[in-house]
């Protein structure tokens, strides 16, 4: 194995137990903490995302450079493909509406969940499953 393509198993998998353990483990619990109200989960949860985007910023960055030194297989450049494509949705798509609607719960606005953190949920999915192919994919290779 390569050093680029030990790079990219790395930091697949490292990119997916980040998304697992934020939003499909933090992020739910928060909410069912004592004492812990819409409002300050949502502070919490911005702070935290807000991270956690940057670090997966930089994760996809050097999947992207990994994958493009030593090429792991069609199968394995698609799925990280859909995985660095799947955050750029989420960034420039999705966070953009969940951060006006955030804005006005913080600011005292009651409301449904929107459609936008629905959606944002669906792409979580589909990014941890082209992680796990990846990852996967590329240790195959």
Do not use: C
């Not at 859909?82 to 955050?87: D, P």
């Not at 969940?98 to 589909?126: C, K, M, P, Q, W």
């Amino acid at each position: 194995m390569t050093v680029a393509r030990a790079v990219a198993v790395a930091v697949t998998f490292a990119w997916l137990g980040m998304v697992l353990a934020i939003s499909f483990i933090e992020t739910p619990l928060k909410f069912r903490a004592p004492g812990v109200t819409v409002q300050i989960g949502l502070g919490i949860g911005r702070l935290v995302f807000r991270a956690l985007n940057a670090v997966e910023i930089v994760l996809a960055v050097a999947l992207g450079v990994a994958v493009s030194i030593d090429e792991p297989g069609g199968s394995a450049v698609v799925a990280s493909a859909i995985a660095i494509l799947t955050l750029v949705v989420q960034l420039v798509l999705v966070r953009p509406r969940l951060n006006r609607r955030s804005d006005s719960v913080l600011a005292g606005a009651n409301g449904t969940r929107s459609h936008a953190h629905l959606g944002y949920v669906v792409l979580e999915i589909l990014k941890v499953s082209a992680l796990a192919a990846a990852g996967v994919l590329i240790l195959a290779a």
